[in-house]
């Protein structure tokens, strides 16, 4: 559980409330000298950073939060796997009723095995780099260096600028993107001395 003490206006309104702001068990609920203005999941709500503090959508209403950890509060809210904030973590797992509407019935789809996206995209990249490794090792090793060092940049830049590390997905932050932008920098090195 996390508790945020700050104000809380609607866009296009200049007078802001005193509020507290507690993120708990996948909700939002926000109260107000003592009453509750909202309560709700946060998959239901968006939140985007602006230079006048974090703008939260919700029910088709548009709330300016502003707390003194800001970041942080906008992390609690943010993008997650629940809510991806545009959809793009969805397409990971299929949705019920794509499931009703697929085309195979299901004796059709007794005698093959299917494997995941990600599976099947992992060893494809498994296989490219073993083919890389063995015929083309100079360009195996620009390929893992021009990704370090584009982990590392952005990584970097991210940590120097907290709105880009609040709009980053979640399972990706800062620190993570640079920690991998090094690593990778040091196997791209080892392997262009081995191979």
Same mark, same amino acid.
Request: glycine share 10%.
């Given at each position: ?58 029910? !088709?209403?548009? @709330? *300016?939060?502003?707390?003194?950890? $800001?970041?942080?509060?906008? %992390?609690?809210?943010? +993008?997650?796997?629940? &809510? ?20 195979d019935p299901p ?42 060092? !584009?982990?590392? @940049? *952005?990584?970097?830049?991210?940590? $120097?600028?907290?709105?880009? %590390?609040?709009?980053? +997905?979640?399972?990706? &932050? ?8 090094v690593a990778g ?11």
């Open positions: 559980m996390e508790v945020f003490e700050g104000t809380v206006r609607i866009a296009g309104d200049p007078e802001a409330l005193p509020a507290e702001l507690v993120v708990a068990g996948n909700r939002l609920t926000v109260s107000a000298r003592q009453q509750e203005i909202g309560d709700w999941l946060l998959s239901d709500v968006s939140c985007s950073l602006e230079p006048d503090g974090c703008h939260v959508v919700v029910e !088709g209403e548009e @709330l *300016v939060v502003s707390v003194p950890e $800001l970041l942080e509060f906008a %992390a609690a809210i943010g +993008p997650h796997v629940d &809510n991806p904030g545009d959809g793009s973590l969805r397409e990971l797992e299929p949705r019920q009723d794509d499931e009703a509407d697929s085309p004796d059709a789809a007794v005698g093959r095995i299917s494997f995941p996206r990600m599976v099947q995209l992992g060893a494809g990249a498994v296989l490219v780099t073993i083919g890389l490794a063995i015929w083309a090792p100079v360009v195996l090793v620009g390929l893992i260096l021009l990704a370090a060092l !584009g982990s590392l @940049l *952005v990584g970097g830049f991210a940590l $120097l600028d907290p709105y880009l %590390a609040v709009r980053m +997905p979640d399972p990706f &932050n800062p620190s993570l993107l640079f920690r991998a932008g920098s040091i196997v791209a090195l080892g392997l262009a001395v081995i191979l």
